[in-house]
């Protein structure tokens, strides 16, 4: 599995950004995606993630409601709203299979990575 994220770019606070993660190769019904986040300084740290068929989705509880993942064939999107400027990072995105619910928001679960994506918010 190859990924690919992409649409990072400079939005001001309070602004609207959607990124792009596309994926290759094999996936199907047993592939968790994910996103991740790296702020300058700090670790990085789960935001959201859904199951293939993406009928679940996972986030993390701070980022709930300015942030949604979604899927459309071979690209999972992360669509952020009213973004604040600690939401600056370079943003991941990950897959791996077979992941039990309690690992999925665990960076070490996940084999296949993203080259990330930069996020800046300024104020």
């Known amino acids: 599995v190859q990924l690919q994220a992409c649409g990072g770019g400079l939005v001001q606070a309070g602004g609207f950004l959607k990124i792009s993660c596309v994926i290759s190769?094999?996936?199907?019904?047993?592939?968790?995606i994910a996103w991740f986040r790296q702020a300058p300084g700090k670790e990085r740290e789960f935001v959201a993630a859904l199951n293939w068929n993406a009928r679940n989705t996972y986030y993390t509880d701070s980022l709930k409601g300015r942030f949604t993942i979604s899927r459309d064939n071979a690209k999972v999107y992360l669509q952020m709203s009213s973004l604040k400027p600690e939401d600056t990072a370079v943003y991941y995105c990950?897959?791996?299979?077979?992941?039990?619910?309690?690992?999925?928001?665990?960076?070490?679960?996940?084999?296949?990575w993203g080259q990330g994506t930069l996020v800046t918010v300024s104020s």
């Open positions: 990950a897959a791996d299979r077979n992941l039990i619910l309690s690992s999925i928001r665990v960076v070490g679960a996940y084999s296949y």
């Open positions: 190769g094999r996936t199907g019904s047993r592939h968790f």
